[in-house]
């Protein structure tokens, strides 16, 4: 099936600190959002890539792109002032536009696998929508307005959210209209296709495809490039 990948890139990574948002740092000398793509290219080999941008940073993004090779293949665009904003804007582009699937993936994830990313695009091939998870670790508490418990969630049916997650275009444009109608925000896709009826397949997601979203995190990513690399 004929694919497009959406890469939401406009975050300014304030949990993380400095004045170089995360997505352009470079993890063992190369940027953690080229790295990302490689990731995704690696097994989508003829999909295009739209990567959405804080305007004040496309310009860098773009020579970043330009400079392993990759301008033909990934166009950065404006991003929005949310998550979801930049994910409608990139599914007006032209590379979105006679995509069958579209995948969705955090820029700060640089360690997506092929067999997690081939899990989802199988899953959404079937379903129409696929979104992988991990168990929590942890005991999972409900809390009221308070901040009391309310009540303690079966783990054995929580999942945690990760991207890639990809859908049919048809149910990813229709949701992200209904949620602009309704002023409905969420902080993933997999959320917003929910929102909007359609039903979301679950595939088993990976512990090392980790966020980067603290310096926590960065240490992470630094193990597990040299644990890749040895």
Not at 168 to 197: C, L, P
């Amino acid at each position: 099936m004929r694919t497009t990948i959406i890469i939401p890139a406009a975050g300014s990574g304030q949990r993380f600190g400095g004045e170089l948002p995360k997505q352009y740092r470079l993890l063992g000398g190369i940027p953690v959002i080229v790295r990302t793509v490689a990731a995704l290219l690696a097994v989508c080999e003829h999909s295009p890539v739209v990567v959405a941008v804080d305007v004040r940073w496309a310009s860098y993004a773009k020579r970043l792109f330009a400079d392993v090779g990759l301008a033909e293949r990934v166009a950065v665009i404006n991003g929005g002032s949310t998550r979801q904003e930049s994910v409608s804007n990139a599914l007006e582009h032209p590379a979105a536009g006679d995509a069958e699937l579209i995948i969705v993936h955090d820029a700060v994830r640089p360690f997506v696998s092929p067999p997690l990313l081939r899990r989802v695009l199988d899953g959404a091939e079937r379903e129409g929508a696929a979104v992988p998870v991990v168990p929590p670790k942890d005991t999972v508490k409900l809390l009221d307005h308070e901040r009391r418990v309310e009540s303690t969630l079966p783990r054995s049916r929580i999942g945690m959210a990760q991207t890639p997650q990809a859908f049919e275009r048809s149910i990813i444009a229709d949701a992200h209209r209904q949620a602009a109608g309704d002023r409905f925000e969420a902080t993933d896709d997999a959320s917003v296709v929910e929102y909007a009826g359609y039903p979301v397949l679950a595939v088993e997601g990976e512990e090392s495809n980790i966020k980067i979203t603290t310096p926590l995190d960065w240490l992470l990513a630094e193990q597990l490039l040299a644990q890749e690399e040895s």
